[in-house]
């Protein structure tokens, strides 16, 4: 119940295309949603988030759609660039007890900008 | 500011022996994460320190890994004796505080092999 469902595996798009990766979740008690990138051989990185009474949350190239009803969100990256290229990863943040959370990660998708 | 240091880089076991790896946070983080990478996949949560005490480690096998994080800052993940599928990229992660939407940063890990 605490799983995070993503697709694509992978995926390849233009040089100024969209790229979009989808997620899905179980567990309504999931209150925080970021995406991460991750790069060849470093950690992840915080990329965006967003937070469950919000549609839609948008930085720069970046934007998540949210879908609480349906229980999805996903990542559009607009003008995908090939320094793009890299590992996306959703991920869902489930409250513990007290004020602690745990974030539990998609399974990755990679994203190959070609020229 | 300086980012999440690990260490060693890479590490090749045989199976059965032990290994220790090595973790410093950001400076004034209370949280530090471990996550195991298995190649593929998303990170998964191994154990999740708010300074010295352990808000969560319901993931981490407890009969051959073991972390302790003494002081409440460097942190120390140990397994013994390794297996075969422990061969993944260790993940040391820092956060300011331990509640829901923190940002988490990542160490770029330690990359374990064991054969």
Redesign the interface.
């Known amino acids: 119940q605490q799983q995070v469902k993503?697709s694509p595996q992978s995926l390849i798009v233009q040089k100024g295309g969209i790229s979009i990766i989808n997620c899905a979740y179980e567990n309504t008690a999931f209150?925080?949603f970021?995406w991460?990138q991750q790069f060849p051989?470093?950690?992840?990185?915080?990329l965006i988030?967003i937070?469950p009474d919000v549609s839609e949350k948008k930085e720069g190239r970046f934007t998540i759609s949210f879908n609480k009803s349906a229980k999805q969100f996903s990542l559009h990256i607009m003008d995908s660039q090939p320094g793009d290229s890299a590992t996306y990863?959703c991920?869902a943040?489930f409250?513990?007890t007290g004020?602690?959370?745990?974030?539990?990660?998609?399974?990755?998708t990679r994203l190959q900008v070609t020229l | 500011e300086a980012g999440v240091a690990q260490s060693p880089r890479y590490k090749i076991i045989e199976k059965r022996q032990s290994v220790a790896f090595w973790c410093n946070p950001i400076s004034g983080h209370a949280t530090l994460y471990w996550y195991q990478q298995i190649l593929g996949q998303g990170p998964k949560l191994l154990i999740q320190f708010q300074n010295n005490g352990v808000v969560d480690d319901s993931q981490l096998p407890k009969d051959r890994f073991s972390a302790e994080r003494l002081k409440g800052v460097d942190s120390t993940l140990k397994i013994q004796p390794a297996k075969l599928e422990d061969s993944a990229v260790y993940l040391c992660a820092s956060s300011v505080g331990t509640g829901g939407y923190e940002k988490l940063f990542f160490g770029s890990g330690t990359q374990l092999s064991v054969l």
Not at chain 1, 41 to 46: D, F, T, Y
Request: charged share 20%.
């Open positions: 993503q209150d925080y970021p991460y051989g470093k950690g992840p990185a915080l988030a937070r990863f991920a943040d409250p513990l004020t602690a959370s745990k974030l539990t990660f998609g399974t990755g």
